[in-house]
């Protein structure tokens, strides 16, 4: 039996808090691996996503490179429409098998929208619920059981980045360099 762990947002753009949240997951859940799963349309964000699919995968790919126990999969992108966590779930589960145990990994913020998300209750039968705690989202009394992670390091976040390169603040050593690279290069993000 494999222990996997899936980490679905709109990695608009991923960040080392991303990478960090996924490998204090990793060790602390004992997990074989992790499945960075770029959305196509978020359900519960506001906003649309700022660049491309196409742009937010290949930064994921990037990032990624070279750690054997990380992988991208492109599954939400690929059904286009809204990314809803039940359909994912499902993919993954006919995709990995039943005897394999599948993780679902949230940051602090989301674990308390948990109980409105889509068909919940089927959900929470195909997998396990895992909070990696964020600096200013508290872990309280939640309505859905779940595993608590905890993840040192620094509070950041895609929103942060994208407004420090509106104002033409450097984010170096918030993104891996090749995501920094990719970034400048194809002038992201920018007005």
């Known amino acids: ?21 996924a490998r204090a997951a990793m060790e602390q859940m004992g997990l074989d691996k ?15 996503t700022l660049f491309t699919a196409a742009d937010r995968m290949k930064m994921v790919r990037m990032a990624i490179k070279g750690i054997a126990e990380f992988e ?14 039940v359909d994912t779930v499902r993919h993954f589960r006919g995709l990995y098998g039943l005897q394999d145990k599948m993780f679902f990994i949230v940051g602090g913020d989301a ?30 009394e939640e309505k859905l059981k779940y595993h608590a992670v905890t993840m040192n390091g620094i509070e950041m976040s895609s929103t ?6 509106l ?11 090749a ?13």
Request: charged share 25%; with cysteine; aromatic share 10%.
């Open 160 to 165: 942060e980045i994208r407004k420090r390169i």
């Open 34 to 48: 992790v499945v960075f799963i770029p959305s196509c349309v978020p359900p519960h964000k506001k906003a649309p």
């Open 72 to 85: 991208v999969s492109d599954f939400e992108i690929k059904k286009g429409g809204k990314s809803y966590s």
């Open 111 to 140: 674990i308390k929208q948990l109980d409105t998300w889509k068909d919940v209750n089927i959900l929470k039968t195909m997998c396990s619920f895992v909070s990696v705690n964020r600096p200013g989202y508290p872990r309280g």
């Open 179 to 191: 995501v920094l690279s990719y970034i400048k290069r194809n002038h992201l993000y920018k007005i």
């Open 1 to 21: 039996m494999k222990k996997i762990g899936l980490f679905g947002g709109t990695f608009d753009p991923v960040h080392l808090g991303h990478l960090l949240m």
């Open 167 to 177: 104002l033409e603040k450097s984010i170096q050593f918030l993104v891996p360099d």
